[in-house]
């Protein structure tokens, strides 16, 4: 099985901020939707979305500059509709 965070329920909306250390610039954020539904995020304000789906192993990469900015936002847009997340990695 997939080792995922899954953000939302059938009713709400999910979501977790997270802040980065001095030294880190980048972050990657490997997402994919759950099941066989279009997944609408939002990432620091930014919104995508994902149609790339877990079961076969695609995830969608967002990438997120952290140079200035270091805390990192993340939600689904509404509820209902889940979004995995599989990985998230950080780089200095």
């Known amino acids: 099985g997939n080792s995922c965070i899954k953000l939302g329920t059938s009713k709400a909306t999910g979501s977790f901020s997270l802040t980065v250390g001095a030294d880190i ?5 490997y997402v994919a939707q759950y099941k066989a539904n279009t ?19 695609a995830y969608t990469e967002i990438e997120i500059d952290t140079t200035t900015t270091k805390t990192i936002t993340f939600a689904s847009a509404s509820g209902g ?12």
């Open 25 to 29: 610039n980048k972050v990657v954020i």
């Open 81 to 92: 509709i889940r979004a995995m997340v599989n990985t998230i990695e950080f780089w200095s």
């Open 39 to 57: 997944t609408k995020i939002t990432v620091n304000g930014t919104s995508y979305t994902i149609t790339t789906a877990s079961n076969n192993g």
